[in-house]
């Protein structure tokens, strides 16, 4: 995963929207204690400063020393690089040890993840009982009826590009494994569907598609997906450079508790 998110760290930290304020409270809410939290692919830290509003200490984990190197500072997140090296007890210890975690947060990264390692570890990890996961991620998005066909054309266009780990991603979570039992805000098979905006220029959305890890590979294989045509056709059905759109992405969450 580092490897593919290296190159384009400094896109990826300004090219992304953030997350809405509620599903942090949301998530917040069904957590009885609120002492610490883990973000875990943390890349920029986006996520790891929405959960530091309401547990007291967060720690950013990421395998990219180059994401880490972007991340946002915040007094109450502490960053932490986890190479693939670290056998699972060594890491617990990093972490401070089982039972440590209230929380445990994943934005946009789980697919990436060698799935039966990291939920064992988050098994370890979580509080129990109290601790609660949460993993969510985001792909489409939807702005205009003139704009929209670009988009899903790109999309087609991608497709042969993505590393094979990101199908869980591109259908929606609903095929991710999660072996958790529910609390109400999505489980296995049943991904609870959200929505963010964003309000962006038509180069805001061109450097969101540049960070997406198979334009990277596309690029890589001698492919450019966001030629200079491409951008003149977006750009002419956005309606020109400095117009502003509000541009609405589809969202999926999926969140549980260890089963005891």
Sequence with gaps: MAGLFDKQAEIYVDARPTYPTEWYSKLAALTPQHSLAWDVGTGNGQAALGVAEHYEQV???DISENQLKQAKQHPRVKYIHTPLSLSDDEFVTLMGGENSFDLVTVAEAVHW???????????R???KPGGVIAVWGYYGMVVSTTFDPLIKRFREATNPFW???AHHLLDGYRTLPFPFESVGL????EPLQLEMQHKLSIEGVVRMMRSLSAVTAAKHQGVDLLSEGVIEDLESAWGGPNKIRTVTYKAFMLSGKVKL
């Design 59 to 61: 720690i950013g984990t």
């Design 113 to 123: 993840f060698d799935l039966p390692k990291f939920y064992s570890l988050v098994t």
């Design 125 to 127: 990890l979580l509080r």
């Design 163 to 165: 590393d094979p780990r």
């Design 186 to 189: 999505g489980s296995e098979g």
